[in-house]
């Protein structure tokens, strides 16, 4: 796949746990259906669709009467299948993006590397554990899901921030950013971007 084909990605994804189904067009318009049975992920992945500029329609249904977590996961880990799926081989992409985004107090910076060796940092701390009904910690669940399965490094830094809302949001949106610049096509790049040939 080359970066000027089109870049889209539909899957399915069902276990005892979640049922999911997911449409993307990586180079859209923000376009975003989400209905994951999760309120405050649905608001989070609008927000990382607008400010990405991608298309995005998930439809999850989980075993929330456990608890979110199984949810979240898997909404992660099908995002990032849908991102893997639309770079196909990672050619003529910048590869590398960041972004800093603040929102009222929160200050966030998310820096990735589309390298294929997932790794996720994640240095932010929130004083609530729960935003409304969601358990704060499954966010970090949902990027260390979404990294491995799109194959890339992500380090995620709250530089500061006190309201736990805030925090997420500014994350979110910075995520968005920084993914698509690092997908953007590169004039200069034609195969993949990597001193070594191949990623």
Known sequence: ?????????????????????????????????????????DHMLVLMAVHGFFDLKISAQGDVEVDDHHTVEDV?????????????????????????????????????????????????????????TFDVPLAKEFFRAFSLHAGITLHIDLLHGENGHHILEAIFKALGRAVALAAAPHPLVTGQLSSKGML
């Open 1 to 41: 796949m080359t970066a000027t084909a089109p870049r889209t990605a539909s899957l399915a994804r069902t276990t005892k746990e979640t049922s999911i189904q997911l449409d993307f067009v990586l180079d859209g318009t923000g376009a975003i259906t989400v209905n994951t049975g999760v309120g405050f992920l």
């Open 76 to 132: 992660g880990i099908c995002l990032g299948q849908a991102f893997a799926q639309a770079l196909g081989n990672k050619a003529g992409i910048c590869r590398y993006g960041h972004a800093y985004v603040p929102m009222d107090e929160a200050l966030a910076r998310v820096c990735l590397d589309f390298s294929n060796r997932p790794f996720l940092h994640y240095q932010v701390e929130i004083s609530e554990q729960k935003i409304g």
